[in-house]
């Protein structure tokens, strides 16, 4: 059955509602908690990457923000755009209470606040993480029906996620007092945060935007041989980092040829074929994924500055503008056009043509849209300009920011899923 008025894409293998939505509905939550923790813990959180508060900032992002939402995404589209239903779905909602579960021992273990939490994040995350990465790779390798660029990149970006996740794990381990086997901490450390950061969002950013840039946008195509090179630049940025690591060489220039791909070439493709779009009428998920791209350079600069300088602002910079600008702002993008259109496929596809059904725009008013991408927007230019600059006032009102984007990212989808079909 063809759903939706403008994809064309067989969603009659899609999952129930609850289980997307359920992942989508962590992020605003996460956001909200990382601005009171910017609030309250203030200057500390921007002033090293080698502070506790740091890393729990970045783990908000990473796995109560950016990382649920993926996970829901994938969950929606490995049986809607590969074709493959994914076995024991209902083991989704066990990998959502593991993954709460772990997610917050692992902010207890980064603060050392709870001699025990390093185990518990450990088994807790690692099982979330196995509970959702077997079945979805088990469907995307062995049940797939499209062979595309799009579902090579999703499990290109799946083992991205099962290596960050499994040196992540490691990490968590050797903090709690086991050992560290895999050789020097810091290589490691870098890997994660590179293979975790371009390897998985960014792969999967890319991997997504080649399926929906030409569909919800009317875009021309991305050249031919783009998404080969893209495959193989992915694939690079997972193998060489993990390859440099092993071998103590610099993981940072092994990382390099992928952060270009993923941060400049990938962003500024992307932003010249939507000035070619054909569909003129500007929805405002439009300026999310103009904002990201825009950040997407701006990240790999200040990547390469981390890498080269010894100021230890850039490494907090670029965990930003990595998390809160690019790939945040196409996550709440992205949120603003498969919320109503989930919700107008599962609750109004089958009544088309029997009574009246809302539109897109009816079921999410642009001006919530409006005020969620201001608030993000506004959020992420007060974080660089308090990073830059370390005055308490700008760190208070990005921390506030955070806040009202986290509520304005939750009206955004309780709008949707409040709205009713009008009585008969
Ligand atoms: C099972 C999930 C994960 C665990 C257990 C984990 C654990 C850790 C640990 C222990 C550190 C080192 C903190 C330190 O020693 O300074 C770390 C750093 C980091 N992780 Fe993760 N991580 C996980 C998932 C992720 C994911 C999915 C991403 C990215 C998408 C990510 C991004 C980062 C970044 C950017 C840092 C550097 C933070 C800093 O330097 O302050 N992590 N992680």
């Not at 998404?227 to 997972?238: F, K, Q, R, V």
Request: aromatic residues 10%; positive net charge.
């Amino acid at each position: 059955m063809n759903a939706g008025p403008a994809t064309g894409l067989s969603t009659d293998q899609a999952p129930p509602l609850a289980i997307p939505l359920s992942f989508f509905f962590v992020a605003p939550v996460g956001l909200s908690i990382a601005g009171v923790f910017l609030l309250s813990f203030g200057a500390l959180c921007f002033s090293s990457r080698f502070v506790p508060q740091a890393a729990i900032l970045t783990h908000l992002a990473t796995l109560g923000f950016i990382g649920p939402v993926m996970i829901g995404a994938l969950y929606q589209m490995i049986p809607v755009v590969a074709g493959a239903p994914l076995p024991w779905i209902r083991l989704a909602h066990t990998v959502h209470l593991a993954l709460l579960l772990g997610l917050i021992s692992l902010l207890l273990a980064l603060a050392g606040a709870w001699p025990a939490a390093h185990s518990v994040a450990a088994l807790s995350l690692g099982s979330a993480f196995v509970g959702f990465l077997a079945p979805a790779s088990w469907a995307l390798t062995r049940r797939a029906t499209a062979k595309t660029a799009s579902v090579r990149g999703m499990q290109l970006a799946m083992l991205a996620l099962a290596t960050t996740i499994a040196i992540g794990l490691q990490m968590v381990w050797a903090r709690g007092g086991g050992r560290f086997v895999l050789g020097d901490y810091n290589d490691w450390l870098i890997a994660h945060v590179s293979i975790g950061l371009f390897g998985w969002v960014g792969g999967l950013i890319t991997a997504i935007a080649w399926q929906v840039i030409p569909v919800f946008y009317l875009t021309p195509h991305y050249p031919k041989r783009w998404p080969t090179i893209g495959l193989a630049l992915i694939a690079a940025g997972i193998i060489l980092p993990v390859i440099a690591a092993t071998i103590g060489f610099e993981v940072r220039i092994a990382a390099a040829p992928t952060v270009l791909l993923i941060g400049v070439i990938k962003p500024l493709t992307t932003i010249a074929l939507l000035r070619k779009r054909r569909r003129k009428r500007v929805d405002r998920s439009l300026y999310f994924w103009y904002a990201g791209l825009a950040a997407g350079p701006l990240t790999a600069a200040t990547a390469a500055l981390a890498a080269f300088c010894d100021d230890p602002r850039f490494p907090i910079l670029m965990g930003w503008l990595a998390l809160f600008g690019w790939a945040g702002a196409i996550v709440h993008g992205m949120l603003t056009r498969i919320v109503p259109f989930l919700i107008w496929f599962h609750r109004y596809a089958h009544l088309v043509g029997r009574q009246p059904v809302p539109s897109m725009r009816q079921l999410l008013p642009p001006r919530y849209v409006g005020v969620g991408l201001f608030s993000h927007l506004a959020t992420t230019a007060l974080g660089v300009a308090a990073i830059l600059t370390g005055n308490s006032l700008l760190i208070g009102l990005a921390g506030a920011g955070l806040i009202a984007t986290g509520l304005a990212l939750a009206s955004e989808l309780l709008r949707p899923l409040l709205h009713r079909p009008a009585k008969t």
